[in-house]
C-alpha cells in the first residue's frame, strides 16, 4: 500500500455535453489538481426525550465539487491557426473561440456560455464532471515570470466517490513558455505604460438551478453575467501622475493593447506572441503604494463591449495586429 501522489494528476477538459476521451482534450496544468467533493447536508431533528437528538442527511443528487486549475501560456508555433491547450478551459469561463485563415481568437462572449466536462486523475483515481463546468478566471502576467492562467471550475459531480482507473499517458507541449519580459509591451490609447504586472479577471455572477424531474430535471450552475475588469501596476512618473484622475473624472473610453512574447522592437512574432485587445476600457479606480522609496500605481479598468468583444486574445498570425 502507498500514500497517494499529488504530483501524478492530469486534467482533461473540453466544452462539451460529455466528458473527454483522454488522452484526447489534455490540459498541461502547473499545479495538482485536487478535487474534494461537497456534500449536500440536511440537518433534522429527532426528538426522543433526551438531549443530542439531531440527525443529519445527504442529498446525494447534490454533491458538487471545486477545483484549481492554473495552466501556462505558451507559443503556438509553426500552425497559425493551433488551438492553444488554454482554450478550452478560457472557454468554460466565459470565451469563444474562433479560427480564421491564419490566426485563432478568444473572445468573450455575449451570449449563453455552454457547459464543460471534465476527466480528473490523481495517482490511479477519476473523478468525472459531465455538461456541468463553469469557472472564474484570472490572467497574470508579471515581468520576470511564465504568463499563466488561473481559473475555478465548480459543478456538479458524476459521483462521489472516485473510480480507479490507471492515469493515461499523455505527450507534453513541445512550445516555448511565454516568459513576461522588458520586451513586452502595454499601451493605453497608444501610449506605451511601462508595466510590472497586468492581471485580467472575469468575476463571473453564477447561478444554481435544482430541481425535481430525474432525467427531465435541472442540475447546473450558469454563468448569467460577468465583469471583466484589469489591473495594471506601474511606477509612476512625475509628469504622469495627475494623469489617473484626471481620466477618472472624464469618463474616458480607451483602447488597451497587450504583447506578450515580443521580438527586440516591441512588435508580435507569429506563432509566438500573445496579442490582446480592449477596445473599450474605462479607468474606473488607481492604487498608490510605497516600494522602497518609489511610488507604485495599480490602475485598474472595467472592460465593456463595444462593437467586438471586451477583451479579444489572439495567436497565430500575430504579426501586424
Do not use: W
Given at each position: 500500500?502507498?500514500t497517494?501522489?499529488?504530483?501524478?494528476?492530469?486534467?482533461?477538459?473540453?466544452?462539451?455535453?460529455?466528458?473527454?476521451?483522454?488522452?484526447?482534450?489534455?490540459?498541461?496544468?502547473?499545479?495538482?489538481?485536487?478535487?474534494?467533493?461537497?456534500?449536500?447536508?440536511?440537518?433534522?431533528?429527532r426528538?426522543?426525550?433526551?438531549?443530542?437528538?439531531?440527525?443529519?442527511?445527504?442529498d446525494?443528487?447534490?454533491?458538487?465539487?471545486?477545483?484549481?486549475?492554473?495552466?501556462?501560456?505558451?507559443?503556438?508555433?509553426?500552425?497559425?491557426?493551433?488551438?492553444?491547450?488554454?482554450a478550452?478551459l478560457?472557454?468554460?469561463?466565459?470565451?469563444?473561440?474562433?479560427?480564421?485563415?491564419?490566426?485563432?481568437?478568444?473572445?468573450?462572449?455575449?451570449?449563453?456560455?455552454?457547459?464543460?466536462?471534465?476527466?480528473?486523475?490523481?495517482?490511479g483515481?477519476?473523478?468525472?464532471?459531465?455538461?456541468?463546468l463553469?469557472?472564474a478566471?484570472?490572467?497574470?502576467?508579471?515581468?520576470?515570470?511564465?504568463?499563466?492562467i488561473?481559473?475555478?471550475l465548480?459543478?456538479?459531480?458524476d459521483?462521489?466517490?472516485p473510480?480507479?482507473?490507471?492515469?493515461?499517458?499523455?505527450?507534453?507541449?513541445?512550445?516555448?513558455?511565454l516568459?513576461?519580459?522588458?520586451?513586452?509591451?502595454?499601451?493605453?490609447?497608444?501610449?506605451?505604460?511601462?508595466?510590472e504586472?497586468?492581471?485580467?479577471?472575469?468575476?463571473?455572477?453564477?447561478?444554481?438551478?435544482?430541481?425535481?424531474?430525474?432525467?427531465?430535471?435541472?442540475?447546473?450552475?450558469?454563468?448569467?453575467?460577468?465583469?471583466?475588469?484589469?489591473?495594471?501596476?506601474?511606477?509612476?512618473?512625475?509628469?504622469e501622475?495627475?494623469?489617473?484622475?484626471?481620466?477618472?473624472?472624464?469618463?474616458?473610453?480607451?483602447?488597451?493593447?497587450?504583447?506578450?512574447?515580443?521580438?527586440?522592437?516591441g512588435?508580435?512574432?507569429?506563432?509566438?506572441s500573445?496579442?490582446?485587445?480592449?477596445?473599450?476600457?474605462k479607468?474606473?479606480?488607481?492604487?498608490?503604494?510605497?516600494?522602497a522609496?518609489?511610488?507604485?500605481?495599480?490602475?485598474?479598468?472595467?472592460?465593456?463591449d463595444?462593437?467586438?468583444?471586451?477583451?479579444?486574445?489572439?495567436?497565430?498570425?500575430?504579426?501586424?495586429?
Amino acid at each position: 500500500m502507498s500514500t497517494v501522489l499529488t504530483e501524478r494528476s492530469a486534467l482533461f477538459l473540453r466544452q462539451a455535453p460529455t466528458a473527454p476521451t483522454p488522452p484526447a482534450n489534455f490540459v498541461e496544468t502547473n499545479k495538482p489538481i485536487l478535487v474534494t467533493p461537497t456534500f449536500a447536508k440536511i440537518s433534522t431533528n429527532r426528538m426522543n426525550g433526551a438531549m443530542n437528538a439531531q440527525d443529519e442527511l445527504i442529498d446525494l443528487c447534490r454533491s458538487k465539487a471545486s477545483f484549481t486549475a492554473g495552466v501556462d501560456m505558451r507559443a503556438t508555433g509553426a500552425n497559425m491557426t493551433a488551438v492553444p491547450e488554454y482554450a478550452e478551459l478560457m472557454k468554460v469561463c466565459g470565451f469563444n473561440g474562433v479560427a480564421s485563415a491564419d490566426t485563432y481568437d478568444l473572445g468573450n462572449t455575449v451570449a449563453s456560455i455552454p457547459h464543460g466536462s471534465a476527466q480528473v486523475f490523481l495517482d490511479g483515481h477519476k473523478f468525472t464532471f459531465t455538461d456541468t463546468l463553469v469557472g472564474a478566471m484570472t490572467m497574470n502576467f508579471v515581468i520576470g515570470q511564465v504568463a499563466n492562467i488561473s481559473t475555478v471550475l465548480s459543478g456538479y459531480i458524476d459521483s462521489e466517490v472516485p473510480t480507479d482507473e490507471t492515469n493515461p499517458k499523455v505527450a507534453l507541449n513541445p512550445e516555448k513558455a511565454l516568459v513576461v519580459s522588458c520586451m513586452d509591451i502595454v499601451s493605453y490609447d497608444g501610449t506605451v505604460i511601462p508595466t510590472e504586472s497586468i492581471i485580467i479577471k472575469t468575476n463571473p455572477q453564477i447561478a444554481e438551478s435544482y430541481t425535481m424531474g430525474g432525467a427531465s430535471g435541472i442540475k447546473q450552475n450558469t454563468i448569467t453575467n460577468y465583469s471583466l475588469t484589469m489591473d495594471i501596476k506601474f511606477p509612476v512618473e512625475g509628469t504622469e501622475y495627475g494623469e489617473a484622475s484626471k481620466a477618472i473624472r472624464d469618463g474616458d473610453i480607451k483602447e488597451i493593447r497587450i504583447v506578450i512574447g515580443a521580438d527586440s522592437a516591441g512588435k508580435p512574432v507569429d506563432g509566438e506572441s500573445v496579442v490582446i485587445k480592449c477596445d473599450a476600457s474605462k479607468m474606473v479606480s488607481y492604487t498608490d503604494s510605497d516600494n522602497a522609496g518609489l511610488l507604485d500605481r495599480v490602475l485598474s479598468f472595467r472592460l465593456f463591449d463595444n462593437t467586438k468583444p471586451a477583451m479579444v486574445l489572439t495567436t497565430g498570425k500575430t504579426s501586424g495586429l
